[in-house]
T-cell receptor, first 111, second 111 residues
Framework: ELKVEQNPLFLSMQEGKNYTIYCNYS?????LYWYRQDPGKSLESLFV?????AVKQEGRLMASLDTKARLSTLHITAAVHDLSATYFC???????????FGKGTKLTVNP | DAGVTQSPTHLIKTRGQQVTLRCSPK?????VSWYQQALGQGPQFIFQ???????QRGNFPDRFSGHQFPNYSSELNVNALLLGDSALYLC??????????FGDGTRLSIL
């Protein structure tokens, strides 16, 4: 059974600081996704990582994938308050489109 | 171009009742997946519809059933509602194994 673990589950950081969220998954998978969710809202797609060594960046967020270690990271650079949200990673095994999500990381960026 | 639309946005039911949630996929998408997101948790896959048939199913009881119509829209039905069914229900659509687009969800509360 495919399992996805994120850590930390809660992250409180100051504006301007850097931090990394980790996502481990238990079995070989085809695609890894990062989503953002604001309170009471739906999921906003941030990144799709398809292959080993893939790195994608958008603004202050950068995601990477190491398929051998079954690990993805979401790195936050110089955090700003607007980044406060819950971030989920999800894995799609065999291109099945049956996404398995982690529990999410609730990020709070303090002024 | 309208994205994934879900209705209703909020719903309140009592234990034992039945509920139907609706989803219209993004234009051009033919696959619809449903997820349940309990408070503070990541979304969990319920099932997926393609060509009007259930293609995959997650670990949910038979009380959860669905349907897909010829225009690709979909319904999620839940019978004999339990308090634990209270959650945000998310619909996602896709085409040809491309990344899924999520709707804003239906918030279901069971009293």
């Amino acid at each position: 059974e495919l399992k996805v673990e994120q850590n930390p589950l809660f992250l409180s950081m100051q504006e301007g600081k850097n931090y990394t969220i980790y996502c481990n998954y238990s079995t070989t998978s085809d695609r890894l996704y990062w989503y953002r969710q604001d309170p009471g809202k739906s999921l906003e797609s941030l990144f799709v990582l398809l292959s080993n060594g893939a790195v994608k960046q958008e603004g202050r967020l950068m995601a990477s994938l190491d398929t051998k270690a079954r690990l993805s990271t979401l790195h936050i650079t110089a955090a700003v308050h607007d980044l406060s949200a819950t971030y989920f990673c999800a894995v799609d095994r065999g291109g099945s489109e049956k996404l398995v999500f982690g529990k999410g990381t609730k990020l709070t960026v303090n002024p | 171009d309208a994205g994934v639309t879900q209705s209703p946005t909020h719903l309140i039911k009592t234990r034992g009742q039945q509920v139907t949630l609706r989803c219209s996929p993004k234009s051009g998408h033919d696959t619809v997946s449903w997820y349940q997101q309990a408070l503070g948790q990541g979304p969990q896959f319920i099932f997926q519809y393609y060509e009007e048939e259930e293609r995959q199913r997650g670990n949910f009881p038979d009380r959860f059933s669905g349907h897909q119509f010829p225009n690709y829209s979909s319904e999620l039905n839940v019978n004999a509602l339990l308090l634990g069914d209270s959650a945000l229900y998310l619909c996602a659509s896709s085409f040809s194994y491309q990344p899924q687009h999520f709707g804003d969800g239906t918030r279901l509360s069971i009293l």
